[in-house]
Nanobody, 123 residues
Framework: QLQASGGGLVQAGGSLRLSCAASGRSFSGYVMGWFRQAPGKEREWITT????????YYADSVKGRFTVSRDNAKNTVYLQMNSLKPEDTAVYYC??????????????????WGKGTLVTVSS
């Protein structure tokens, strides 16, 4: 089970850190990803992190502004979001997968999803 938290309202240029806590003992065996879905749009892949945290991949839209990390001892994955823009407004979801794709990861490859957390960036 995955539970995302940390969303909220922030002004453009601000920062937020999302967390996703996983229950169970096998967290380190999963690739973790973050996706987002803006109103009226399809779910969009943002980033993926490998099991060890040694490899990370980002969508061009967030590269250089967002940073994904994980703490396997705490069964938690994080998404640090800096320089937020109004177009980052969306519901953000964390997800887990067995296999890592070295690049954009399709939502269909993610086997487990958490409930989303809403991020609203005001201009």
């Amino acid at each position: 089970q995955l539970q995302a938290s940390g969303g909220g309202l922030v002004q453009a240029g601000g920062s937020l850190r999302l967390s996703c806590a996983a229950s169970g003992r096998s967290f380190s065996g999963y690739v973790m990803g973050w996706f987002r879905q803006a109103p009226g749009k399809e779910r969009e892949w943002i980033t993926t992190i490998s099991r060890s945290g040694g490899s990370t991949y980002y969508a061009d839209s967030v590269k250089g502004r967002f940073t994904v990390s994980r703490d396997n001892a705490k069964n938690t994955v994080y998404l640090q979001m800096n320089s937020l823009k109004p177009e980052d407004t969306a519901v953000y979801y964390c997800a887990a997968a067995i296999s890592l794709v070295p690049g954009p990861q399709a939502a269909t490859t993610m086997g487990y999803w958490g409930k989303g957390t809403l991020v609203t960036v005001s201009s």
